[in-house]
């Protein structure tokens, strides 16, 4: 796991696709006029300007300030803006706050099928451009409208809601430890690659009933696939490939899984609808929470006013994570739908099949809500991070479990662990979906390992002694309840149970007193 790679910053500026449009038609956002581009001067072209003055949404310019980006398009196109994604694909991406609601809440007006997108219809776009696994056409609930759409988003919510949300916190417990086991002894790591990116995926593939082994492989495919490198189509296919054969092998083999309860589900999805929204929910969940614990570990590091109240208990994680989720959020922007008839949008003039894009990010920034940049939310959830309406999405819990008990478990292992570098030498990447860091170094006081027990599994039904304590029903712990819990995960059965409802009961009333 300490060797599993990262895209490099170099792959971020794609090439155009080979069916990418070089002259897009009339009437298209690549045609919207570029206010103020300043190429008469003799100046060398900007190479983040494409077509007709157009902002493209993807290269080194939009990685290394994508903010920047969306203020100057808000500055020179208002709340709406055109936009060209890889291979110079026009869109329309919306950067107001208010205009990303009305977009999420019409899907009348905006329809989700990838088949109503013009530029695909007329051939601009074509299933092997890099552009096509995100945006194209899928049997999964975020691709579909009215009955269908309902038919297939109750089983995904439904069979989420099986899972027992203190064994997926044990999961969260056990594979943190785990992880932390393999550096732990050396005083120093790179925590992004061997911890932050390498937890959700292990805890999403015994959510889908894979083996840890396909963790690595699944990390590396989905994050080319979101980062629109010219490997995204492979690697789309070797994911498909993968939730296929499990698909296949869970109708043999039922268990506590998400494949095997989707499956049964009575909405009665096809193996292909299955297989489909376990890529949906891995390559989702995985990007998104990877990104959110890692924005929330930098925070910590490098931010005055949370390192000190988070680790002296005078901001709990949870208001920590709100807060990133406003300034840092792990998907910047994400397809809203396509134009289901001419209409204007916010002053421009948006034609039927335009494909329209939320910038998440940016409508976090909407000085219309937000007059401040960066101030304290203080818990306030009503962030557009996990967009909002029909396609809200469904996993936001999970991946808020996810993060809050993986950034407790280490910092309750390592409570000096500090960046070796300065914040100013971090550095980032970014896609048109999502922005990353590369790197995230850090030392520590050795220690040794606890080697934990493996936990039953997050879809098991809970614990005899789990039932007994009670307790609310909240996903993200109680402070210093992920500590209790991995100290309760070694040793044998009954010395963890009377270890762990002691530990609980210490860190309850240590709450209660402070």
């Not at 009933?209 to 590396?220: I, K, M, N, Q």
Request: proline content about 9%.
């Amino acid at each position: 796991m300490s060797d599993s790679p990262t895209v490099p910053p170099a792959q971020v500026s794609a090439a155009p696709a080979a069916g990418g449009a070089a002259s897009p038609p009339p009437g298209c956002p690549a045609h919207v006029p570029r206010r103020g581009t300043g190429h008469g001067n003799g100046a060398a072209p900007d190479p983040g300007i494409g077509p007709g003055g157009v902002q493209r949404l993807y290269g080194p310019g939009v990685a290394a300030d994508p903010m920047a980006v969306y203020d100057r398009l808000r500055a020179e196109h208002g709340a709406v803006a055109p936009v060209l994604l890889e291979g110079d694909v026009p869109a329309w991406l919306i950067l107001g706050y208010q205009e990303i609601l009305h977009v999420t809440r019409n899907p009348r007006r905006f329809s989700r099928d990838g088949r109503n997108w013009r530029e695909w219809q007329e051939g601009r776009v074509r299933p092997q451009d890099p552009i096509a696994p995100v945006l194209a056409w899928g049997p999964d609930c975020t691709h579909q409208d009215g009955a269908e759409h309902q038919r297939l988003r109750q089983a995904v919510n439904e069979s989420l809601e099986r899972f027992d949300r203190r064994g997926l916190r044990r999961s969260v417990v056990y594979h943190g430890h785990k992880l932390i086991d393999e550096f732990c002894e050396s005083g120093r790591t790179e925590l992004l690659g061997r911890y932050a990116q390498q937890l959700p995926m292990l805890v999403l593939t015994n959510l889908f009933g894979l083996p840890e082994s396909a963790g690595p492989r699944l990390v590396t495919a989905s994050r080319q696939l979101l980062m629109g490198t010219e490997k995204a189509v492979t690697a789309d296919q070797y994911i498909q490939r993968t939730l296929g054969g499990l698909v296949t092998r869970k109708h043999a083999e039922p268990g506590h899984d998400l494949t095997s309860w989707l499956i049964a589900h009575p909405g009665g999805l096809s193996d292909e609808e299955v297989a489909h929204h376990l890529r949906l929910v891995l390559i989702a969940a995985n990007e998104s929470t990877t990104n959110l614990i890692a924005s929330t570990l930098h925070m910590v590091f490098t931010h005055p006013r949370f390192h000190g109240s988070v680790r002296g208990g005078r901001m709990t994680l949870p208001s920590a994570v709100e807060q990133v989720l406003w300034d840092e959020p792990p998907i910047f922007v994400c397809p809203g739908g396509f134009a289901q008839y001419d209409m204007e949008l916010a002053g421009h003039s948006v034609r039927r099949g335009d494909v329209l894009l939320l910038g998440l990010a940016a409508g976090n920034s909407d000085p219309g809500i937000r007059p401040q940049p960066g101030e304290l939310m203080h818990g306030n959830r009503s962030h557009l991070s996990f967009t909002c309406g029909p396609h809200e999405c469904p996993g936001q819990d999970i991946g808020r479990a996810i993060t809050g008990t993986g950034i407790e478990v280490l910092l309750g292992r390592l409570p000096d662990i500090r960046l070796t570098v300065e914040p100013d030498e971090l550095t980032w990447s970014a896609s048109t979906w999502s922005r990353h860091l590369d790197a995230l170094p850090v030392e520590f006081t050795p220690r040794e390992p606890v080697r934990p027990a493996r936990p039953p599994a997050p879809g098991a039904a809970r614990h005899a002694a789990l039932r007994e304590l009670g307790g609310d029903e909240e996903l993200l712990p109680a402070e210093g309840e992920a500590e209790a819990e991995a100290e309760a995960a070694s040793g044998p059965a009954p010395t963890r149970r009377r270890r762990w409802r002691a530990l609980l009961r210490r860190s309850r009333a240590g709450g209660r007193g402070a």
